[in-house]
């Protein structure tokens, strides 16, 4: 089981992250996994630095494979552009970009360019469109043609790496995890309940996905008190209680924390666990084993970082084995 610590950009600055990501390595954390904003999804949250510029620093400043997010559909980023950024990445810092996880992507971060947002069916077919050409490029093919939805002219990358990352699906649902297995080299999800999970899981094989790798994005909420983390969970991730289609719809930061004003603090109970001590979440991490996830990359959703990763270094990390 490989344990990462997931880097978030909506509620950090990057300049902050870059120090925590520092002290994940020192504290015994294996990789990274960052996300892709360009807003939070609460004002609360008051952050959303560039997530590829970062992503130099941080490979600069640790020795730790990462794992990203990326968004190809052609809004933010033309699935071109987007080759360029995570080949010149890899060729720069070898065998350190382990994978890229395509998603389908949320009004909340794309619709900034004035693109439009359609449904869920046209941004899948996007996403496929545009996975196809970041993995003709990274393969080192010129491409060119009109797809549904992108023109390309002759485009080819000139600096490549000599070992390419994998290109994971990001999933949320059963029917995504299906479709994703079809075409992507792995899976990455967010921690539910065990036998979601597995449903997840098990779509995804069935679609394609059969032996390949699975990675998890696990949210809890650490502090002193279950009192303190539920309290910190409320302010910072309350998100995470909103309907599903909001999380791909909202548009802004403000109609996310309108769409949650009515949470109340024990209702976080539910969708992200309140951790205090090194037992709760090494359960939670041999669950996530016990569904087939060979990674596990754990987000603190509460502020206190260093006093996060502190715990981890010594309540949890030295008894994985």
């Not at 600055?13 to 954390?29: H, I, K, N, R, T």
Request: glycine share 10%.
């Amino acid at each position: 089981m490989l344990i990462g610590y997931h880097a978030s950009h909506e509620q950090f600055a990057p300049s902050d992250l870059l120090d925590f990501v520092q002290e994940a390595e020192a504290c015994g954390f294996q990789a990274i996994m960052t996300s892709d904003h360009i807003a939070p999804w609460s004002l609360r949250q008051g952050n959303s630095g560039n997530n590829w510029a970062w992503l130099g620093a941080a490979m600069a400043k640790t020795s730790l494979p990462i794992g990203s997010l990326a968004i190809p559909g052609g809004w933010r980023y033309h699935p071109v552009v987007l080759a360029h950024l995570i080949a010149t990445l890899a060729q720069m810092f070898p065998q350190r970009l382990r994978w890229i996880a395509l998603g389908s992507g949320e009004a909340l971060n794309e619709h900034v360019v004035g693109g439009g947002w359609p449904e869920k069916g046209e941004r899948n077919k996007r996403l496929l469109e545009g996975a196809d050409i970041i993995r003709a490029l990274l393969n080192g093919d010129e491409v060119t043609g009109a797809a549904s939805h992108f023109d390309v002219d002759q485009a080819k990358l000139w600096s490549l790496p000599e070992k390419l990352p994998l290109l994971f699906g990001a999933a949320l649902t059963g029917e995504t995890a299906e479709w994703t297995g079809s075409w992507a080299d792995g899976l990455v999800t967010v921690r539910k309940p065990a036998q979601e999970l597995r449903t997840i899981v098990e779509r995804f094989r069935a679609g394609g996905g059969n032996g390949k790798p699975l990675a998890l994005q696990l949210q809890v909420s650490w502090a002193a008190t279950k009192e303190d983390a539920r309290l910190a969970a409320w302010d910072q991730w309350r998100n995470a209680a909103a309907p599903p289609a909001s999380l791909s719809n909202l548009r802004l930061p403000q109609d996310f924390d309108a769409a949650t004003s009515d949470v109340k603090p024990e209702a976080i109970d539910d969708v992200i666990p309140l951790i205090t001590d090194g037992e709760e979440l090494l359960g939670l991490i041999s669950e996530a084993a016990s569904c087939g996830f060979e990674e596990v990359f754990i987000h603190n959703v509460s502020r206190d970082q260093s006093g996060f990763l502190r715990f981890m270094g010594r309540a949890v990390i030295p008894f994985l084995a």
